[in-house]
């Protein structure tokens, strides 16, 4: 099955990312605390966790399908802090980290999906 997760750039990175963003999310405000900077620790935790799940999974289909969850908390993580920009919880600067390791992430996400489809 390749690598193992631990050994992955996109799983060491989606940590960095987790790391990140709990603390960022320290930053906002207090009745935040339950909802949105709840959804975006769990959201940047899902990454790296799906990532693992799925390494360790018996098929790279199933593998596939975790790595799309990931792709898809991403997704809505990066939406998450565009969303504590524009309310003015965070500026671009504050993000700025998370969102450079985002990007990278995403396509280190979109290189694996490729390379795990095509032992399928």
Do not use: H
């Not at 769990?42 to 593998?63: H, L, T």
């Not at 965070?90 to 095509?118: N, P, Y």
């Amino acid at each position: 099955m390749g690598a193992y997760y631990k050994d992955l750039i996109v799983w060491q990175k989606a940590m960095e990312l987790t790391q990140e963003i709990y603390r960022l999310a320290k930053q906002l405000p207090q009745e935040e605390l339950f909802s949105l900077s709840d959804q975006m620790r769990r959201a940047a935790v899902s990454i790296p966790s799906n990532i693992a799940e799925g390494q360790n999974r018996n098929s790279s289909k199933e593998f596939l399908n975790f790595l799309s969850i990931a792709r898809g908390s991403r997704a809505e993580l990066e939406t998450q802090l565009q969303i504590c920009v524009k309310v003015g919880y965070l500026a671009d600067k504050d993000i700025l980290e998370a969102a450079q390791l985002l990007s990278e992430i995403g396509k280190m996400l979109g290189s694996l999906i490729t390379k795990v489809r095509t032992t399928c």
